[in-house]
Structures are given as C-alpha cells and as structure tokens.
C-alpha cells in the first residue's frame, strides 16, 4: 500500500509541519500557500492536506476556511489542537537592540502585537511563520522573524526573545481534510457544515438553530461568513456534537437541506483535546452498557 502523501504549509519548520510531525505512516509535502495546498488535494496530486482552522487568539484563519467553504469539495476527517509558542528568531549574533523589522504569517504577528508594540518593531507579512524564518536567514538586514523553535533550527536561526505571544494559553486547531471518505464515528466526535439560504428574512437564523434545539444538539461554534455575492449576504458555518451516522444527527440535517438553499456538509470528525479519549471511552462503554440492558428486555419477549 502506498504511503498516502499529506500536503502542509511550508516551508519546513512552520507550524503546520509540526503539526503534520504528529501523524504516522504519512510523507509530508510543502506547499506555498493553504490556496495551493487544497487544490492539490483537490486534483488528486495529495492524498489529504493539514491546514490551519482556528486560533485561539486571534479566531478563523480566513483562507482556510473560505477555501472549505467556497471554493473547494473536500471533508474534514481529523482534527489536531497544538500549543503555539512564538518566539523571536534571528540569525546568530543579531541582537534584539539592532533588529529593524519583524516577518511572519499574519495570525502569528497578530499574536504577538504587545511584544512589538513594547519594542517599537515594525511587522512585515509573510505566507507563513517558516517562510519569515527562510526570509530573515538568507537575507544580510538585521530582520526577525516570529515562529517556532523548530523554524529556528531548520533555518540556522537563534532565539533572541522566547514566549513572546501576548496570552500564554495560545494554540491552533489544524484540520486534516480528503477528498470524500468520511471519519468512522468513535462516540465523541463533532460534525462541521455551511447553511446558505435562499433569502434573508427576519427568523431565518432561528429557524436554523431551532432544528438543532429541537433534537437537543449541542452547538460548538456558529460563525457567519461572506457569500462573496454582495454586501450584506451571508452564510453560516456551524459545529456540532455529533456524527452524520447518529440518526438524530441525519436527520436535523436532512431537515435543514429541505428547507436551506443548500447545506454543505464538511465532515464527521473525533474529538481531540484533552480528556477526548477518556470521553470516547466512556460514550463506548455507555452504549455496550445499554445494548446489553435493551437485549436482557429483548429476551422477555413472549414469542408469537
């Protein structure tokens, strides 16, 4: 069996590389951009690709999420939650005193805007954290650049100023996306869709977050989103708890697709963060628990 070719945000040493360290059995691929990086699973040249969701500080990384949204058919199939810790890199004997313009990925620099601000250093945007680190190593200015430590050592940089990221409990969730197969539920997962209507009418947002009332569906996160179709026109992205092979999942969303212009359905996914295995072991238990308890009243039946 082929080892399946899983694409990232390069280059080597961003996030998204360690993040993607965290999968086995994987070749990991570099891409320039999360545009690139979801096309190319898309067509079929990736098997899958790990892409940048959700910050903790600094909320929805737009280009991932309206890649999902809008511009691609691809199925969320596994999530990964990684602590961010930024830190100032330089090239060796570059000291904080002389640095004169600081690179990164946009989220990162918005992460860090106390630290900059303290210091007085003016932000330059890069297409990622890796790239700022590439940038500042090949070039002879006494530039910095904000990311990982493994960014520093794949770049030959050194850490001029550590844990410079403005609220200490920073982290990302990184979602691993295919092309149609969706994840086997485990008793502990969340599903993640887009509703789109027809018009927009006073209600219309209750109507929608009724049907998940009505069958006692926890919602995660709502987020609304541009349609890119004019001012004022939205979509809303919605999490759940819950699986697309719960029935009562299936049919809250066959509900929504019968009344919505269209739901877009972005996958099935476990759980992951902390105490997420213990839940899924305890949902498992729960349900052999109660099968067995349904078969014992099964067995009384008086037969015809």
């Not at 409990?169 to 197969?181: K, M």
Request: proline share 3%; aromatic share 6%; glycine share 8%.
């Amino acid at each position: 069996m082929a080892t399946a070719r899983v694409g990232y945000l390069g280059p080597e040493g961003s996030f998204s590389h360690e993040a993607v360290t965290t999968l086995s059995g994987v070749e990991a691929v570099a891409y320039p951009t999360i545009e690139d990086l979801l096309a190319a699973v898309t067509d079929g040249t990736l098997h899958q690709g790990l892409v940048p969701l959700e910050n903790a500080l600094e909320g929805t990384v737009s280009a991932a999420m309206d890649g999902l949204v809008f511009n691609h058919d691809l199925v969320i199939v596994q999530e990964i939650v990684l602590p961010i810790h930024l830190h100032l890199l330089t090239r060796p004997g570059v000291e904080l005193a002389e640095v004169t313009s600081v690179r990164s990925y946009v989220h990162a620099l918005a992460q860090v805007r106390g630290f900059l601000h303290q210091h007085g250093l003016a932000s330059v945007q890069t297409t990622s954290t890796s790239q700022a680190a590439r940038d500042v190593a090949e070039s002879d200015e006494a530039w910095a650049a904000v990311g990982s430590s493994l960014a520093g050592e794949f770049f030959g940089l050194v850490v001029a100023a550590s844990d410079i990221e403005d609220h200490p409990d920073n982290s990302t969730r990184f979602v691993l996306v295919g092309r149609e197969e969706v994840a086997a539920a485990t008793g502990h997962d969340r599903t993640t869709i887009v509703c789109f209507q027809d018009a927009d009418r006073p209600g219309s947002l209750y109507a929608i977050l009724g049907r998940f009332a009505a069958r006692d569906v926890n919602l995660t996160k709502l987020e609304s989103r541009p349609t890119k179709r004019g001012l004022g026109d939205y979509c809303f992205v919605i999490e759940f708890e819950g699986h697309v092979d719960d029935d009562v999942v299936a049919d809250c969303l066959a509900d929504l697709q019968a009344h919505l212009a269209r739901v877009k359905f972005l996958g099935s996914y476990p759980v992951t963060g902390e105490g997420s295995s213990d839940r899924r072991d305890e949902v498992s238990q729960a349900r052999q628990s109660a099968a067995a308890w349904i078969e014992a009243i099964r067995a009384r039946v008086r037969p015809s």
